[in-house]
């Protein structure tokens, strides 16, 4: 096996004038050396192909590589790394995207004729009717950071040419195999069929190890079909920090009116997402937050437009929550402040405008074919909590410098992947001769819990226990290709496409043991047997499969689940974007130190709306994790980001919370089974983490009476009150 290694920009936007490789090819152990010029096909992208393998002409950010090459040893590739010799002709790059929208900005991305990604429109009502019915209109403005995705394991590859009659088989930590496998094939310029992907354990990923992975599975496998040897490439910390996208910042403005009584009017929003120096997933990401954009309210005109716009700043793509967390900042952060320019409480606000069973959305549905559960969610929460209680005392006047505030937030997010795509998804049963069952799905485990739930589903439908399962990792020679793991859509779809197969299974089993053991009526799966509906055992499953695979009988099955129809109108963002929703609500009960601006969250209570658990513990991890990812990013997380350079680039300076920063988390699971769910099933992984922010955000509020509309909320800004970049 050879070791790969890419030698990278030095500066965010350059010309590259030269590039002299003749030592590094000297260097002992060096097995190949290549730039763009060695690339069959050097683009590539899930929405947009404009990612690049290797950059040629010029870098347009700071993770750009330009030489890729192989050794016989991870030394041999570092030192070779250091020969390689580029000619730079440094240019100004363009680092803000407000900047960037301008008619006259300079260009990004060649081709193009502007720096606008895209732009998604809603309209309901007539916002100014709207405004002009209001008795108090209220004008912010918002801004989020950079994230970075912190997961445990580098990003890490292995490549083996001409493996089991494909042209490359890719090992790695794939979050997504097919949009990997699609990625790699377009660089070589060949069959999908000829490409295999198998995803190996993973150490973390939330959105992160997609298109990142496709670009180093792209430049292992040319460097392996080049020397004909396998070749392995594994990410340091720092260089998966520089090279990997990030989650969204944006700047959002909203203004909302309202009634004395505290009824919603109009809302106009205008939400500007820096996509950095490729498309990546920003027609996606931005769609999502238009959804979402004003928010679990009844609001009767509406006017948002989302924008993305290309930067010379790192590429931005999936992270968990999906463009959720920036509008939830901002929204939730809003309704607090109405409320307290109206004289209510942010609880009343709420419950006067929140979605209900059949209201309808900014889009324009009617939220009919499921539980509306925002009010069960919201009073489970405060009852957690206290909330009542604790914000009557908090929101009165505290001596001391320490004083402690609490807040809420609410939310409702949409199931799968929404009208930006087609979803399907297909998974097999395979019971052997001897009873045991073997499970594959193109939906890829990361870490999140995929394999327990999915084995569950099939393990309560045959009525068997899940020591007889094995669930294999995901493998595009063999899995059914089901779209990329993200959207916190697994469950639903994969447990539809497993359940389906496994009920086939069952049918088959069923007419079998009738005309086998002479059963009549219903057969009832439990306990690993066959069971008469009176209670008699017909046959253990494991008998039962044993015969039928000697009588000929086929035991396997194809199960394929396509999602509700839904639907969405691009000019004027109405329709039914979602075929159904998760509902959650937290609350932070924060206390900051008016002295030194440290925040210290005390205690979480989470509440949201799964549709049935169907493994409670799994549940409750995924709620811990988020509200800690979402402490991070409400008070510490930052990039340390300057025109272009990175200046954060290891976990000593790029601060995510420690055990010693963890609140006691109360993680409330509220079910309402959904009809078209898995045993009623919905979602849990990314609603848990766009809700902290806001929450922790007007606890601090409460506390110290400065309200903040940047994130992050760190010692400076809570110290000082307000954001002194915003003047200047």
């Known amino acids: 096996m050879l070791y790969g290694k890419v030698v990278r920009t030095k500066y965010p936007y350059a010309k590259i004038k030269n590039v002299d490789i003749s030592k590094a090819k000297k260097y002992p152990g060096v097995e190949a050396v290549m730039t763009a010029k060695d690339i069959p096909n050097n683009t590539f992208g899930v929405i947009i192909q404009n990612q690049r393998v290797l950059a040629e002409d010029e870098a347009i950010y700071i993770g750009d590589g330009i030489v890729m090459l192989a050794a016989e040893s991870k030394e041999a590739a570092e030192e070779a790394a250091k020969l390689v010799e580029i000619e730079y002709e440094e240019l100004k790059g363009i680092h803000d995207p407000l900047e960037s929208r301008k008619p006259d900005a300079q260009l990004v991305m060649e081709g193009t004729d502007s720096n606008q990604v895209v732009h998604h429109p809603l309209r309901k009502g007539d916002v100014e009717s709207g405004f002009a019915e209001a008795d108090l209109i209220l004008e912010r403005e918002y801004s989020t950071q950079y994230i970075e995705h912190a997961y445990l394991e580098p990003e890490a590859v292995t490549v083996v040419p001409n493996e089991r009659q494909t042209l490359v088989s890719v090992y790695g930590s794939v979050q997504n195999p097919y949009a990997t496998r699609d990625a790699v094939a377009r660089v070589l310029e060949t069959d999908l069929s000829q490409v295999r992907i198998i995803q190996d354990n993973m150490g973390g990923s939330f959105g992160g190890k997609d298109e990142n992975i496709s670009s180093m599975a792209a430049r292992a496998a040319v460097m392996a079909l080049a020397t004909d040897r396998p070749v392995q490439m594994v990410n340091s910390r720092e260089e998966s920090i520089i090279e990997s996208y990030k989650r969204h910042p944006y700047n959002l403005k909203y203004k909302i009116g309202a009634k004395e009584d505290g009824r919603l009017t109009a809302m106009e929003i205008e939400a500007v997402a ?55 900042f901002a929204q939730e952060s809003l309704m607090d402040e109405l409320a307290a320019e109206l004289g209510m409480k942010p609880d009343e606000l709420r419950e006067k405008n929140m979605y209900r069973q059949n209201s309808h959305t900014a889009s324009g549905q009617k939220l009919d074919n499921h539980t509306v559960s ?294 409330i699971i509220v079910e309402n089974p959904d009809p078209a769910g898995p045993y009623g099933a919905k979602s849990i992984g990314e609603p848990t983490v766009e809700l902290g922010g806001a929450a922790i955000n007007n606890a601090i509020a409460v506390a110290t009476g400065d309200r903040h509309y940047d994130l992050p909320l760190n010692l400076e800004k809570v110290l000082i009150g307000r954001d002194l970049s915003r003047e200047g």
């Open 274 to 328: 820096d996509s950095g120096a490729y498309a990546c997933q920003t027609p996606f990401v931005t769609w999502r937050s238009v959804v979402q954009a004003t928010g679990p309210y009844e609001v009767p005109n509406v006017k948002t437009d989302t924008y993305g716009f290309y930067t010379h700043n790192p590429y931005t793509g999936a992270m968990r929550g999906y463009g959720s967390p920036p509008t939830c």
């Open 374 to 667: 925002l009010q069960e969610v919201l009073d489970k929460a405060k009852k957690s909590i206290n909330f009542d209680e604790k914000y009557e005392k908090y929101s009165k006047e505290q001596s001391g410098e320490k004083k402690r505030g609490i807040g809420l937030a609410i939310s409702y997010r949409g199931v799968s992947l929404g009208a930006e795509a087609i979803d399907t998804t297909g998974g097999i049963v395979a019971v052997q001769k001897d009873g045991s069952i073997i499970l594959y799905c193109g939906l890829a485990e990361n870490g999140q819990g995929l394999r327990t739930v999915f084995s569950q589903v099939v393990g309560e439908e045959l009525g068997v226990n899940l020591d007889r399962i094995t669930y294999m990792e995901a493998d595009t020679s063999v899995a059914p290709e089901s779209g990329s793991t993200v959207a916190s859509r697994s469950t639903f779809m994969g447990g539809n496409a497993l359940k389906k197969a496994a009920r086939n299974v069952k049918d088959t089993m069923i007419e079998f043991a009738k005309e086998e053991y002479g059963v009549e009526g219903n057969i009832i799966f439990k306990d690993n047997a066959l069971y008469t509906e009176k209670g008699k055992k017909v046959e253990d499953f494991a008998k039962v499969a044993s015969d039928a695979f000697h009588s000929g009988v086929f035991l396997s099955s194809y199960g394929w689940y396509k999602a509700p129809k839904i639907s969405w109108d691009e000019e004027t963002g109405q329709g039914r974007p979602y075929f159904t929703y998760v509902y959650g609500c937290q609350i932070a009960e924060v206390e900051v130190d008016t002295g030194t601006g440290q925040v210290k969250v005390l205690n979480m209570a989470a509440a949201h709306d799964v549709g049935k658990a169907i493994n409670p513990a799994n549940v409750r991890g995924q709620i811990y994790g988020g509200v800690v990812m979402a402490v991070g990013q409400a008070l510490m997380e930052d990039l340390g980001f300057s025109d272009g350079f990175i200046n954060h680039t290891n976990f000593d300076e790029y601060l995510i919370p420690t055990v010693k920063d963890i609140p006691d988390i109360d993680a």
